[in-house]
């Protein structure tokens, strides 16, 4: 699988290690979490069988962050985004 690294260009996937669905940039703030945010946060995922955002990281080359839209029955990806764009889009600061 070839993922269109927006820095790098294409990079074969043995580059990268997958981490999961990209919703753990979506952390709850830890001042007003609750218990139940926090379990929903690290153990409940969506099991999507089609297009599904996932986080990839580059470790084999640049050591970033990417959000990969993948679909997840045919493994063709239609779009590749640096982690930091997207937690930025989303009014994270860091």
Do not use: C
């Not at 699988?1 to 830890?30: C, K, Q, T, W």
């Not at 946060?41 to 990839?56: C, K, Q, T």
């Amino acid at each position: 699988m070839i993922i269109n690294h927006p820095l790098l260009g294409p990079r074969d996937s043995a580059e990268f290690v997958y981490l999961g669905d990209a919703s753990l940039i979506d952390r709850p703030d830890p001042e007003t979490a609750t218990p139940e945010d926090w379990h929903a946060y690290a153990y409940l995922r969506d099991n999507v069988a089609g297009d599904m955002r996932e986080l990839w990281f580059h470790e084999g080359g640049d050591r970033s962050w990417l959000v990969v839209t993948r679909n997840t029955l045919t493994h063709e990806i239609s779009k590749v985004e640096m982690a930091r764009d997207v937690a930025r889009a989303q009014g994270r600061s860091k």
